[in-house]
């Protein structure tokens, strides 16, 4: 009978769903958001395994040539829970291109993002940061919402695992958003002392939504 007493817990612990991870409120915690451009990249795999280990999320602005060379890292990308935005299919500075150009930039990327990840992105960010009214509309046109940042590493010219870590470390403040590239290596191998320097500085690294606290972000609104 004890037995049977013991299985019987056993199962109804195992047939009880596990407890909801609880929600980040930014509005308590001290959170961050860091970003990375222009991937995926042959080093985006070491960064995911990275961001893993850390618990910590981050938000891709993916360029379509690069998601049609690797499919299968935005797909690991956004289901490890990280948040995907598009970043144009060829990288142009938007506001040279006609209209119909920057559509087509914008709708290809988004095509291939969803083909690789079942999600379509909301949001898109600007190659060089180059914007413009017009280029907020057209994005509009195609539910889009602009995420620039409030703080640059400059890290594709650094070139430097040191100076790109004290530059992060120099920019993070609360509600922040960060640039960066997996595309330079001397950043991913920066970021284990990067995120293990942010969290000691009391840090939750988390994706631009959440940030934003779900308010947004709105198609056709610049944001940071």
Do not use: N
Not at 142 to 160: C, F, S, V
């Amino acid at each position: 009978m004890v037995i049977h007493a013991l299985l019987a817990a056993t199962l109804a612990l195992t047939a009880t769903p596990a407890a909801a991870a609880p929600k980040i409120d930014c509005a308590r915690l001290k959170c961050l958001a860091l970003t990375f451009d222009d991937g995926p990249s042959e080093h985006t795999a070491t960064l995911l395994k990275v961001l893993k280990k850390e618990g910590a999320k981050a938000t891709f602005f993916l360029v379509g040539k690069q998601v049609e060379r690797r499919p299968a890292l935005a797909r690991q990308q956004a289901a490890e829970g990280h948040a995907i935005g598009d970043h144009t299919y060829s990288h142009p500075s938007l506001p040279t291109l006609r209209d119909d150009d920057i559509i087509e930039e914008l709708r290809t990327t988004q095509a291939l993002i969803q083909d690789a990840t079942g999600r379509r992105p909301t949001m898109y960010r600007p190659p060089y940061g180059h914007t413009d009214e017009r280029v907020l509309r057209m994005a509009d046109q195609q539910d889009l919402a602009e995420i620039l940042w409030t703080g640059t590493t400059l890290d594709w010219k650094l070139r430097d695992a040191k100076k790109i870590k004290a530059t992060v470390l120099k920019l993070a403040k609360r509600d922040g958003v960060i640039l960066m590239h997996d595309t330079v290596p001397q950043t991913v191998k920066a970021m284990p002392e990067i995120l293990k320097e942010l969290k000691k500085q009391g840090y939750t690294l988390v994706t631009v939504p959440t940030l934003l606290r779900g308010k947004g972000p709105d198609s056709g609104l610049s944001y940071f």
